[in-house]
């Protein structure tokens, strides 16, 4: 069991160091006057100079002790900023003497504590830019499903771009029913969505205790292009396959079509020589036809370069009549020329077979930091929605003698720069926006 301190005893430990020694100072004057009086006697001069010693040792030690007392203030001072968050001051190194081992690993708390807090604010940043930039919709809520938190992203998929934070998370996304019914059940997994730019997404829920509380985090990522990009490499596969076997088999026809024709020449087979040269013509056309869809399947990786513009216009102007508008890019911009040419060349040849006047095509660029916009817009009355949703599939076309691989090898190509492509119904046609980013070094 262990003994309790009497309040006496608990009251001098409580005392400072100073007032300590000062009742030192005064017990040993009045022990010094008692034994004073008991061997000596009465004697006023050495009692006062009893008192006078005593006192000059009280002052002398009071004095002696001020320079710790100021090391010690000045520790208490750092650790007082150290309390508060300011991590930039540092012990008064020309005042602390005694306590410099004190001193020195509260500046060392002080320098770690810096450092990590400028990585962890560094690690904020990275994490809060990542947040903004990122395509993913990120959106974090409570047990009650109040939005806390909810990135660029995430605003515009499901609010028009407004911010929704302290929202109900069932009174969002009321016009896309998909969406809104998988974020309220909480279903994980693919989510297809029509008339948006992003049509098919991957919703993904995790909940997990943040300050002891129960919160939810829906992560919704667009894998529209993802799906697009594999679906694209499927048919590039299918096409070098098939073009394989067709180029084997129309390199004999057209060699065996030619062979018969110069014996029915020979022989004045007219009925027959005919026959051959249509079988020769049908050969031509059918190698011309797998050919372009051979060179679609293997486009190759764009050479980089210096955009010449006002050369580019001039190429593009020499095949195909069209307005451009604005200014011409002031930045400069890199592709590849010859794929870029390709890629206006056809959206052009498109806007002319759409039947829209040729002063109604334009070609416009937005310029930006960066990215750059290249818009073509026609007046050929533009393409019904029902059509709009699949133009960019290979093969899908509307025309009766079309390929289906025109816009297709758009995208490809924009695509493979990095860009992106689409399309929508404008001003009484269709309006062609190609995005192409602005590389690294320009």
């Not at 508008?325 to 040419?341: C, H, K, M, S, Y």
Request: charge should be neutral.
């Amino acid at each position: 069991m262990a003994l309790k301190r009497p309040d006496h005893v608990l009251r001098l430990t409580r005392l400072s160091s100073q007032s300590r020694l000062n009742l030192l100072c005064a017990a040993l004057t009045l022990l010094a006057l008692i034994l004073q009086q008991q061997y000596l006697g009465t004697d006023m001069l050495l009692s006062a100079g009893i008192c006078a010693f005593f006192l000059a040792l009280a002052i002398l030690q009071q004095r002696a002790l001020a320079p710790l007392h100021r090391e010690i203030q000045a520790l208490i001072l750092h650790a007082q900023n150290l309390q508060d968050g300011s991590f930039n001051t540092s012990a008064n190194q020309l005042r602390v003497h005694e306590l410099k081992p004190l001193a020195d690993s509260l500046n060392q708390m002080s320098a770690q504590l810096r450092s990590e807090r400028a990585t962890l604010y560094q690690r904020e940043l990275l994490l809060d830019t990542v947040l903004q930039s990122s395509p993913t919709a990120l959106l974090l809520t409570d047990a009650a499903d109040t939005v806390l938190m909810s990135n660029p992203a995430a605003r515009r998929l499901l609010h028009q771009g407004k911010a929704f934070d302290g929202s109900k998370l069932f009174s969002v996304a009321t016009d896309k029913p998909e969406l809104h019914k998988a974020l309220t059940g909480r279903q994980q997994g693919l989510i297809r969505l029509d008339n948006a730019e992003q049509s098919v997404w991957h919703l993904s829920v995790s909940q997990f205790q943040l300050n002891q509380k129960l919160h939810w985090l829906y992560l919704l990522k667009p894998l529209t292009r993802e799906i697009q990009r594999e679906e694209l490499n499927a048919w590039k596969k299918l096409l070098r396959v098939i073009g394989h076997e067709l180029n084997n088999t129309l390199a004999p026809l057209s060699s065996l079509a030619f062979s018969g024709k110069a014996m029915a020449d020979k022989q004045h087979l007219a009925a027959l020589s005919q026959l051959f040269d249509t079988i020769s013509e049908r050969c031509l056309h059918l190698n011309q036809f797998v050919q372009a869809y051979i060179q679609f399947a293997k486009l190759p990786a764009p050479k980089l370069a210096p955009v010449n513009w006002p050369r580019l216009i001039n190429q593009l102007q020499d095949q195909y009549d069209f307005e451009l508008l604005g200014q011409l890019p002031v930045l400069q911009w890199q592709a590849d020329p010859q794929q870029l040419t390709q890629l206006l060349l056809n959206i052009l040849k498109n806007a002319h077979e759409s039947g829209s006047a040729p002063e109604q095509i334009s070609l416009r660029l937005l310029e930006q930091n960066t990215a750059l916009t290249l818009c073509v817009q026609d007046g050929g009355g533009g393409i019904p929605d029902d059509v709009l949703q699949h133009v960019l599939v290979p093969f899908y076309t509307s025309k009766t003698t079309g390929s289906g691989i025109g816009l297709t090898l758009c995208r490809d190509i924009i695509e493979a720069h990095g860009g992106t492509i689409s399309l929508r119904n404008n001003a009484g046609g269709l309006l062609v926006s190609l995005t192409l980013p602005r590389h690294d070094g320009f």
